[in-house]
């Protein structure tokens, strides 16, 4: 990786985030530390858009396509392409309440899912809409690949899994997986909630049909900054449910509704205007520290964080590789509750970790966070885990 960790000036981006003095916060995975200069952005444009009632409208709806242009580019994707949801949750829900499916059609889902990506799918298929099925994702891409092509019958019409799983951060052969699914004639939903902003996505290069996704996380973006990306060619694909103005291209009034051919037509009605409006301020800090020397020092971090579980002896459950993890990283302590173990961290040392579904811990650091801080972590996991 060519740039390097010590390209960010670490103690400038705690600067921006005085939360961190008080706390040692390991749980970018859940939500990311906004910077002050971005909370400065969102209020700006929330008073703006506020102050001004309908007068505020149009400059604000020409920062919010900006953004949709900055966005847009930093994912290897056209404007048009790119819708502004809430946040990921919202995004599969417009993909899977829309799908045109037909009887029988199946979604072939992973196991790993997030209740985001999982409720929404369940809902229709208790619905009658569709019908699952499940496959395992590996630590092995290879062994992920087969799983997903054992799994596809006759009947199926779409794959869909997340981009970085959450519990555990498996990244998934996102290209192999693309690729399998165009030549079995099927589409693909990838939920990048936890990819984003952790190492390079370019929606064209992967040649995605769908994927949801949020700024709230390694982004580092305000909530309500969900992403919703629908390749131009698969519009057709979707049978929007709800619509309002913004969704019309032409309308008589009396019926002949005819949609736009852009994913934004998703975002009817009024909408926060200022939130929007700051996810091209967002994208714009993200890369002016520089997205690669983000991914070196998530790296770094991370081989730290996988280094430490090594010297103690505990389970590492997540890949010991970059290449096929991430900067969420995973671990057992034998005969310790992980749920039980970080609510006592929270509540006794300040310090802000995850647990996950096997009762193990999760560490998601990013590029503020210190070997130091994460060396106190390591200190309190063990003092509480041994009762010492």
Not at 45 to 67: D, L, M, V, W
Not at 247 to 273: C, H, M, P, Q
Not at 314 to 321: A, D
Request: proline letters at 4%; hydrophobic letters at 40%; aromatic letters at 8%.
């Amino acid at each position: 990786m060519s740039a390097g960790t010590n390209s960010i000036d670490v103690d400038l981006a705690r600067c921006e985030r005085p939360a961190l003095a008080d706390m040692t916060y390991l749980n970018t995975g859940t939500s990311g530390i906004v910077a002050e200069p971005i909370v400065d952005a969102l209020l700006e444009n929330t008073r703006f858009a506020e102050r001004h009632g309908h007068r505020g409208y149009e400059p604000q709806k020409e920062k919010i396509e900006a953004s949709r242009e900055t966005l847009a580019t930093f994912l290897g994707a056209d404007a048009d392409e790119i819708g502004f949801a809430i946040n990921a949750t919202e995004a599969v829900n417009w993909i899977a309440s829309s799908f045109r499916f037909q009887p029988d059609d199946e979604v072939l889902i992973s196991l790993a899912e997030h209740p985001s990506m999982n409720l929404p799918w369940s809902y229709q298929q208790d619905r009658g809409r569709v019908r699952l099925r499940w496959f395992e994702v590996s630590h092995d891409p290879a062994e992920t690949l087969q799983n997903i092509q054992d799994g596809i019958t006759s009947r199926t019409r779409m794959i869909a899994l997340s981009h970085v799983e959450r519990h555990h951060g498996v990244r998934v052969p996102a290209a192999e997986i693309c690729a399998l699914a165009r030549s079995a004639g099927l589409v693909v939903l990838l939920d990048g909630a936890q990819s984003v902003g952790q190492f390079p996505v370019d929606f064209h290069a992967l040649e995605i049909d769908f994927y949801a996704a949020n700024c709230h996380k390694w982004l580092c973006g305000p909530n309500g900054t969900g992403v919703f990306y629908c390749r131009r060619d698969r519009l057709h694909l979707l049978d929007q449910a709800h619509v309002g103005p913004g969704s019309n291209e032409t309308w008589d009034r009396i019926g002949g509704v005819v949609l736009t051919n852009k994913a934004d037509r998703f975002e009817y009605g009024t909408r926060s205007l200022g939130v929007a409006a700051t996810i091209g301020d967002t994208v714009r800090a993200f890369e002016a520290i520089g997205p690669a020397a983000i991914e070196a020092r998530l790296q770094s971090l991370s081989a730290g964080i996988r280094r430490r579980i090594a010297e103690r002896n505990w389970q590492l459950t997540s890949p010991p590789e970059w290449e096929r993890g991430s900067a969420l990283v995973s671990f057992n302590i034998p005969d310790v509750d992980g749920h039980e173990l970080t609510k006592e961290l929270q509540a006794s040392a300040a310090t802000w970790l995850s647990s996950n579904t096997s009762d193990g811990i999760r560490l998601s650091p990013h590029f503020y966070n210190t070997e130091e801080e994460i060396d106190r972590a390591f200190q309190n996991i063990e003092r509480l885990a041994t009762g010492s």
